[in-house]
């Protein structure tokens, strides 16, 4: 494979799709699905506004989904969509006359419970947030976005050729329907006429029918649902520097290429089918080996060294360790080369668990202000292949980069994991020995309060054995001392590290009465 090409795997499993993005021989990207969490990005609702509260500056509306979407109530008044807009009456413009920018038109923007809108979801649902939308529709095609309420013709600033920027602008600006925007995407470079004609009818075909239901509609309503993720990664992704796209399942495959032969006919000949034998995520560059390691807490460096990634309520904290990185160089030269290294495996690491939010980078501290600025460019320079929007500060006194990256969705951790039933994600949980002095106190305060002189408590054959050893004597001591009568109860389904305590007659659980 030539070098910054990129190469695409899927995997199509019974309850899950997942699709990795390998550039350079190395996994950079994994993208998984499931049907208990298909994605909303790119989904449109006819929603009803649940509650607007300007203190926040926030709406939110019912979408008909688990969860209300939200959006900031500034941003959704200014992009609302205009009802002319919605009337669902279009015209082409002449071929030969100009697209001029033109602003929108004003309206009143005064938002009440229960009023009917039209949204798009742009963020995936994280915790108990609900999907973020905005009432700026975009609809996708394979070479352009059409922008309903918009005007004039916007270019990928990824297609850095002048005279083909000119080209596109004055090719396209003249096929787009009235009181329509369009981007157009870095797939469009050196395009035809009729590749944007045939993307613009149907995304134009779209928007109609979404229209259409959209005023039938008197509830929320999912109005129109985007590319599941494979189908997305095609549209999105699969380009001319794509050099293959590998896929393990035959139906896949030829739905995929289907589309591929219609839409971009010339990228047919790099759609491949893995039928059978190893999987195909073994045996291309050991992918779900370096997956699963690449998502360890330590992330250990092939010259030395490590990164250590820890994840807090507010932030993501990665911590570059220098461990065995030596070489027979200046420790300053050392130190910058450690950096310089993990520096890469840093922003391979972003996109590979798609972390977001504020996240902050603890570099190995550098005396050399040209070694700081040329480990802060390298860096930026590592980010660029990222499609996520990043800002990063410069590298402070003390060695640390702080930076936030664009979060659309839960990182791809919160995907596979779930926090520890024992320890809730901390990471730690008690000693025996502190539950032994909970349960103390506990009984202390029981007693206290209750007069009473029994109580039936349940707890896990391994800590009943720790407080019952002899040498210990822990249990014989908190019977005598609070002079109560304990019914025991072995409960390995509990916690090695919890017990429970019931009333004897009612069975009543009782544990957290009188825990403090």
């Known amino acids: 494979m030539r070098d910054g090409l990129k190469e695409i795997f899927i995997n199509v499993s019974t309850n899950e799709t997942r699709v990795a993005i390998v550039e350079e021989e190395r996994l950079v990207e994994m993208f998984i699905e499931r049907p208990d969490s298909e994605r909303k990005i790119g989904n449109i609702y006819a929603g009803y506004i649940e509650n607007v509260v300007p203190g926040m500056n926030s709406v939110f509306i019912n979408m008909g989904e688990e969860q209300n979407g939200f959006s900031h109530l500034d941003e959704f008044r200014r992009d609302l969509m205009p009802k002319?807009?919605?009337?669902?009456?279009?015209?082409?413009?002449?071929?030969?006359?100009?697209?001029l920018p033109a602003e929108r038109e004003k309206e009143d923007r005064r938002l009440e419970k229960g009023n009917k809108v039209l949204v798009q979801a742009i963020k995936e649902p994280i915790g108990s947030k609900g999907p973020r939308v905005t009432s700026d529709i975009t609809i996708p095609g394979r070479y352009i976005v059409l922008i309903p309420n918009d005007h004039g013709v916007k270019i990928s600033k990824k297609i850095t050729n002048h005279s083909e920027r000119r080209r596109l602008n004055k090719l396209v600006k003249n096929l787009i329907p009235e009181d329509f925007g369009v981007i157009v995407r870095t797939a469009a470079e050196n395009k035809e006429s009729s590749s944007f004609t045939n993307d613009i009818i149907s995304t134009f075909n779209i928007w109609k029918k979404i229209v259409k239901d959209y005023k039938k509609t008197d509830k929320p309503k999912l109005l129109y649902k985007d590319y599941d993720l494979a189908a997305s990664i095609v549209r999105d992704i699969f380009t001319e520097d794509v050099s293959r796209m590998v896929i393990d399942s035959k139906e896949l495959y030829e739905e995929i290429r289907e589309y591929v032969k219609n839409n971009a006919p010339e990228l047919e000949k790099n759609i491949?089918?893995?039928?059978?034998?190893?999987?195909?995520?073994?045996?291309?560059?050991?992918?779900?080996?370096?997956?699963y390691i690449s998502l360890s807490r330590?992330?250990?460096?092939?010259?030395g060294g490590s990164i250590?990634?820890?994840?807090?309520?507010a932030l993501v904290a990665i911590d570059v360790n220098s461990r065995r990185f030596m070489r027979n160089k200046s420790q300053e030269e050392n130190i910058l080369n450690l950096n310089l290294t993990a520096a890469k495996e840093v922003a391979r690491q972003l996109r590979l668990r798609d972390l977001g939010g504020l996240i902050v980078i603890d570099f190995v501290d550098m005396a050399d202000q040209a070694h700081r600025d040329r480990l802060l460019?390298?860096?930026?320079?590592?980010?660029?292949?990222?499609?996520?929007?990043?800002s990063i500060e410069k590298i402070s006194r003390f060695g640390l980069v702080e930076m936030t990256r664009q979060r659309l969705k839960p990182s791809i951790t919160q995907t596979i994991y779930e926090d520890?039933?024992?320890?809730a994600g901390k990471g730690i949980v008690k000693s025996k020995e502190s539950i032994a002095v909970q349960l103390d106190r506990w009984l202390k305060n029981y007693k206290f309060n209750t007069k009473s002189s029994v109580v039936d408590i349940s707890m896990n054959e391994e800590l009943y054995n720790f407080l019952n050893r002899t040498e210990k004597r822990l249990l014989h001591e908190m019977l005598i001392k609070n002079w109560i009568r304990i019914n025991f109860?072995?409960?390995?389904?509990?916690?090695?590290?919890d017990f429970r305590?019931?009333?004897?007659?009612t069975k009543e659980d009782i544990t957290k009465k009188y825990m403090n």
């Open 420 to 423: 520890c039933p024992t320890c």
């Open 501 to 505: 305590c019931f009333v004897p007659e």
């Open 377 to 390: 460019n390298e860096f930026q320079n590592f980010l660029k292949t990222d499609k996520a929007k990043i």
């Open 308 to 313: 250590v990634i820890d994840h807090t309520e």
């Open 489 to 497: 109860n072995i409960n390995n389904a509990l916690s090695l590290y």
């Open 84 to 99: 002319k807009v919605l009337s669902g009456k279009y015209i082409f413009r002449s071929m030969d006359e100009d697209i």
């Open 272 to 291: 491949l089918l893995h039928d059978g034998g190893e999987p195909v995520f073994d045996k291309y560059y050991h992918i779900n080996k370096d997956y």
């Open 298 to 303: 330590e992330v250990y460096l092939k010259t």
